[in-house]
């Protein structure tokens, strides 16, 4: 009896022999699934209603109080816990909801998770633009948070497995321009519903369920990627829909690649788990320090407090709505940029370039508010315009770097046994700082003063450094291919763990004259990892 064995997972590079093109299926099907993006983006946005003084009058009248009191400290006018519960209470609920997201997404499908986000968010719109007190106010944006937690974790993925490799990382930045998109038209809203007194801001809040339904209504007529197809068994359907949004029947190599993913990945019962063993670690730390790294740019801070970020500054509520609005607009034109880019220059050069121009606009920010802004006084015209000018910099890079490729690289890197699980902490991760950050923003800034933005640069510079150290590029790299990134990688080679020898099918590999059993007692292999198939002799 002789025996041979043959890794399961994708066992070798077939990159090159991928057929296909960008059809029109995959160009409606990302366009449709990206929606989620923009209600996510909306629902950073319309944080701004809280800035209307009908909408503090109703809810927060302490904080209506206390915005219009001359004696008091500019930077702490609006430091109110309440308040900033009603920000981020979202992203707490997210975050739990995600792990909720990660079974349903890999047992039922992208699609099933797609659309339980679309119906969180009708919910949410619904209990919202209704909301007559604080507790259902906070439970429309709990319910929001949920559509968030499904939506985030869903939507990347799909996107990432419907796109060809060669283009994925502008398709699946289709996520995070529908997030601009979505920032933006909050702003415009805002800027317009603030003049309709006193209800305004529940058009504000409400008008969340166009893109919900949309969402909802895309999600029961998409297609679902091959990958899942394949992954829950319906091979057959699998193919046929991956000769569907690749334009031909030559999908033989992506084909393969796809189905080996799958042995592997239909062996592992605890994928949680799973991802936590050695031969995960680098995709792990990316799943991490990625979202973490995107939140601490202090980009968030910045979308959801902009209005009262610029009020403390000396803006008319008015002016303040407008700068918003402008910060909004930069950061969608900057989205294009990255799209049109990133699968040309790569992922590491946009983050780093992004990162020292992000630091720049951070210190010079703090430069002016340090000497020309104090705690009792307004800023100049001059040094207001110039705040702006510099924050909409800061935004240009934030959004050809860490905006859309903070979402991009987690969701492309996974292998597909612990992909929904690794997305699944993607979120988590983000919404966790994104709660942390919300809620501790109105706080941090009223002790941190301008040190508040030498803090976020401070970070920014960390994550400069790890993504030069630690990040490979993965530009053009085929997904279901990307575990081998890591083993030629200069630091993560020395993490990961030894491949075996591939054996061939009449022995051991070439040169190899030890015998059976002191080649398998070296290969020491994970049971998930390997099949044994024993032929009778």
């Excluded at 030890?514 to 994970?526: L, P, Q, T």
Aim: proline fraction near 4%; aromatic fraction near 10%; include cysteine.
């Amino acid at each position: 009896m002789a025996g041979s064995m043959a890794p399961l997972g994708v066992k070798k590079e077939r990159a090159a022999q991928y057929k296909g093109h960008m059809t029109f299926a995959v160009a409606m099907a990302c366009i449709v699934a990206a929606v989620g993006g923009s209600i996510f983006g909306y629902d950073i946005g319309i944080s701004g209603v809280n800035t209307m003084d009908p909408f503090l009058e109703r809810f927060f009248p302490a904080v209506f109080r206390r915005k219009n009191l001359v004696t008091l400290n500019n930077y702490c006018k609006y430091d109110n816990q309440a308040l900033s519960a009603f920000t981020s209470i979202l992203y707490l609920s997210g975050q739990v909801s995600t792990l909720a997201a990660a079974p349903v997404t890999r047992n039922y499908g992208r699609r099933a998770s797609i659309i339980c986000g679309g119906i969180s968010f009708l919910i949410g719109a619904a209990l919202n633009a209704a909301a007559a007190n604080l507790t259902t106010l906070i439970l429309g944006r709990v319910m929001l948070g949920v559509g968030i937690g499904f939506g985030n974790q869903a939507v990347p993925l799909y996107l990432s497995e419907m796109a060809p490799a060669h283009l994925r990382g502008g398709l699946n930045m289709m996520f995070q321009l529908a997030t601009t998109l979505g920032i933006f038209s909050a702003n415009m809203i805002n800027y317009g519903t603030q003049k309709i007194k006193p209800w305004g801001w529940r058009l504000s809040l409400g008008l969340v369920a166009a893109p919900a339904l949309l969402m909802t209504v895309g999600g029961l007529l998409l297609p679902e990627t091959p990958n899942s197809l394949i992954e829950r068994g319906h091979v057959e359907e699998g193919r046929r829909v991956l000769e569907l949004i690749r334009g031909t029947t030559d999908v033989d190599a992506e084909f393969t690649d796809m189905t080996e993913a799958s042995e592997l990945a239909n062996t592992i019962k605890h994928p949680f788990r799973n991802i936590l063993e050695r031969r995960n670690r680098p995709q792990l730390v990316m799943a991490v320090c990625m979202p973490a790294f995107q939140i601490l740019t202090g980009i968030n801070s910045i979308l959801f407090y902009a209005p009262v970020l610029f009020q403390s500054m000396g803006f008319g509520a008015s002016w303040s709505l407008y700068s918003s609005m402008l910060t909004g607009a930069v950061l969608l034109f900057s989205t294009l940029i990255s799209i049109a880019t990133v699968d040309r220059l790569g992922r590491r050069k946009l983050l780093i370039s992004g990162g020292i121009q992000m630091i720049v606009c951070q210190l010079i920010v703090a430069a002016i508010l340090g000497v020309k802004f104090g705690s009792d006084k307004h800023l100049s015209r001059g040094c207001s315009v110039a705040v702006v000018f510099v924050i909409c910099l800061f935004m240009l890079a934030f959004g050809w770097s860490w905006g859309p490729l903070g979402w991009t690289v987690p969701s492309e890197i996974f292998p597909l046994e612990t992909r929904s699980a690794g997305q699944s902490i993607t979120v988590a991760v983000n919404l966790f700082f994104t709660f942390v950050i919300a809620q501790a923003f109105l706080s941090l800034l009223c002790v941190f003063k301008y040190a508040i933005f030498i803090f976020f640069a401070g970070w920014i510079a960390i994550m400069t450094a790890f993504v030069y150290v630690f990040l490979p590029e993965t530009k053009g790299v085929p997904i279901e291919e990307m575990v081998l990134l890591w083993s030629k990688h200069r630091f993560w080679k020395n993490i990961m763990p030894a491949m075996p020898t591939m054996p061939l099918e009449d022995g051991w590999g070439p040169g190899d004259d030890r015998g059976d059993s002191a080649v398998a007692a070296d290969c020491s292999i994970h049971k998930s990892q390997v099949k044994i198939i024993v032929d009778e002799q």
